[in-house]
């Protein structure tokens, strides 16, 4: 048990108090529940550390449970994809794999006990009557005409939904509760409804499944939950599982809400999301700009950059909008730890080094990660020819421009300090090769001159330099509240999440690279190898720059 009192969130408080009061005999056994009917998304991943960091933080368990009870939407693939992502932030729930289906006989159960107690009941209107029935927050339900309905009656037409001699929509299973409540949720909610589709596990077993809300507590109840931990939207819905537990007779998990991750200018809707990939507008899930786990697992995130991330954001009780310039911090603070750095140049323009030997080439020492001395050193080819950047480069720079312009000198990374002598433009006017000489007395490493110059530039090797596809991802959205638009949110699509370099090129080494493997293009940012890349052009995603710079395009 933590002695840092001062630093527990309110979960945290709640949970200590528990243990010390000997409730659930001190028991700590929490879950974590998606619905298998997309990928899981950065707000989900702050679900994930929470259930799972308080049962390691308290010698307790954490059950990964998988609340598939609407086989219209769910699917095998989403069930993987589920389990890779957990196994990717980390985490491992062992042998403590459910679904709720695995409890579909003892929710049948549970409903015929309500009906036989009068607390549940057969209704055959439509789906469209039944809601213009509720009325509002403001105006009383309407009770349905077969609320009356006996007993032996609801239990021979819930048998005949069972056995799949009713047709979808003829019927549905209600609770019998109060049309009158406050809480629409429970003005009589439905609880069983005709599907006649295979699930992704029972097969064609069932016809009839319950609704979320009723296996949603009483799967909490069977596996003993202690602490139920549900995001804010699910507080209207509290009234309605303890109603459950409670007229069941059954073990209550204590349901505790918190606010769920709002990301800026990023969309968590499923739906949303859902439409976004079937549109065209990314190139599927696990598209870098996407915020499943999936797509900033491709794009580079690192696991321990999310859970660090977090960390920082805690855990609230309200809702509120995450700044994801803390998100890309967090990648950067673990990458610059990890990160080997790497020479490239994404829009190239040829340096000719006009008093370097003809014909030579030597291999530089480079330092692999600042960071890590144990990283240590790498050889990089050199010659008379290299790429630099072609901003790197203007025909007439202002003052504070401390990179190469005519008369200028800079220093080559890793090389030589070279000065300007001239340049060469193509037909269309654009600086087509770029001229200077180099001092072979100011060797990296090696240079007793003296000579000190203001910038530094990173550079390829014209003749050993690989050619690489470089994508340049930036934030999907260019709106960084989307919960407070009026209009469709597709509108807010920034046209340049993704600008692709075709033409970059990247030292040697980067050949070798397997796909997955994260460096620093020095002085540029953060990237990966892409799952998809091929060994003879590689594609490399950007993770994140080096600096924030949305800030300061958008300030």
């Known amino acids: 048990m933590s002695t840092e009192k001062e630093t527990l969130n309110f979960i945290?408080?709640?949970?200590?108090?528990?243990?010390?009061?000997?409730?659930?005999?001190?028991?700590?056994?929490?879950?974590?529940?998606?619905?298998?009917?997309?990928?899981?998304?950065?707000?989900?991943?702050?679900?994930?550390?929470?259930?799972?960091?308080?049962?390691?933080?308290?010698?307790?368990?954490?059950?990964?449970?998988?609340?598939?009870?609407?086989?219209?939407?769910?699917?095998?693939?989403?069930?993987?994809?589920?389990?890779?992502?957990?196994?990717?932030?980390?985490?491992?729930?062992?042998?403590?794999?459910?679904?709720?289906?695995?409890?579909?006989?003892?929710?049948?159960?549970?409903?015929?006990?309500?009906?036989?107690?009068?607390?549940?009941?057969?209704?055959?209107?439509?789906?469209?009557?039944?809601?213009?029935?509720?009325?509002?927050?403001?105006?009383?339900?309407?009770?349905?005409?077969?609320?009356?309905?006996?007993?032996?009656?609801?239990?021979?037409?819930?048998?005949?939904?069972?056995?799949?001699?009713?047709?979808?929509?003829?019927?549905?299973?209600r609770a019998n509760i109060d049309m009158t409540s406050s809480i629409m949720q429970m003005r009589d909610p439905v609880i069983y409804r005709i599907k006649k589709m295979a699930h992704h596990r029972t097969g064609d077993k069932w016809c009839i499944y319950p609704t979320y809300d009723f296996a949603h507590g009483q799967s909490d109840s069977l596996e003993k939950i202690t602490h139920s931990l549900c995001t804010l939207e699910f507080a209207a819905h509290r009234p309605l599982y303890d109603w459950f537990i409670e007229n069941l007779g059954i073990y209550k998990s204590e349901q505790t809400e918190f606010a769920r991750l709002n990301l800026g200018y990023t969309i968590v809707s499923k739906r949303k999301l859902r439409e976004l990939v079937e549109e065209g507008h990314v190139d599927g899930w696990d598209d870098p700009r996407m915020p499943t786990i999936s797509g900033i697992r491709r794009r580079g995130y690192t696991p321990e950059s999310i859970r660090s991330f977090a960390d920082k954001i805690g855990v609230a009780k309200r809702n509120g909008i995450s700044d994801v310039a803390l998100l890309e911090f967090s990648v950067r603070e673990d990458l610059n730890k990890k990160a080997n750095r790497v020479l490239g140049v994404l829009d190239p323009i040829k340096l000719i080094i006009t008093n370097y030997p003809e014909g030579q080439t030597e291999e530089l020492d480079a330092v692999n990660n600042p960071e890590d001395e144990s990283a240590g050193k790498r050889k990089i080819p050199f010659s008379s020819e290299i790429y630099i950047e072609r901003g790197d480069f203007m025909e007439e720079p202002p003052k504070k421009f401390f990179r190469l312009g005519p008369d200028r000198e800079v220093r080559l990374k890793y090389a030589y300090i070279v000065k300007c002598t001239g340049f060469k433009k193509n037909e269309a006017g654009e600086i087509e090769e770029v001229y200077c000489e180099y001092d072979p007395a100011t060797k990296s490493g090696q240079d007793n001159t003296g000579k000190k110059v203001k910038g530094t530039l990173g550079w390829v090797d014209a003749a050993k330099g690989i050619q690489t596809e470089v994508r340049l991802y930036d934030r999907l959205f260019k709106t960084e509240n989307l919960n407070t638009i009026e209009d469709d949110y597709r509108n807010h699509l920034n046209p340049e999440s993704l600008t692709i370099m075709p033409h970059a090129v990247a030292e040697p080494s980067v050949q070798d690279m397997a796909p997955g493997t994260q460096f620093q293009f020095e002085r540029m940012g953060y990237f990966i190898i892409d799952k998809d890349s091929e060994a003879s052009k590689p594609t490399i995603n950007r993770t994140v720059t080096l600096r924030d710079n949305w800030a300061k395009k958008n300030g």
């Not at 298998?36 to 990964?64: D, Q, R, T, V």
């Not at 036989?116 to 469209?128: F, L, N």
Request: contains cysteine.
């Open 12 to 173: 945290e408080q709640m949970i200590e108090k528990d243990i010390k009061e000997g409730k659930n005999e001190s028991r700590v056994h929490t879950r974590f529940p998606p619905e298998p009917n997309g990928y899981l998304h950065i707000g989900h991943a702050k679900s994930i550390c929470l259930n799972f960091g308080l049962a390691e933080k308290y010698n307790g368990l954490c059950n990964l449970r998988f609340d598939d009870t609407n086989p219209e939407k769910e699917d095998t693939e989403y069930v993987d994809s589920i389990k890779e992502d957990i196994k990717w932030l980390g985490y491992d729930w062992g042998d403590r794999e459910y679904y709720a289906s695995d409890y579909f006989d003892q929710l049948y159960a549970f409903a015929v006990q309500l009906i036989k107690e009068g607390k549940a009941y057969i209704d055959d209107q439509s789906a469209e009557e039944i809601s213009a029935q509720r009325g509002t927050p403001n105006q009383p339900g309407q009770p349905s005409p077969f609320r009356s309905r006996s007993v032996e009656e609801n239990l021979q037409i819930f048998e005949d939904m069972k056995a799949g001699k009713c047709d979808e929509g003829s019927h549905v299973l």
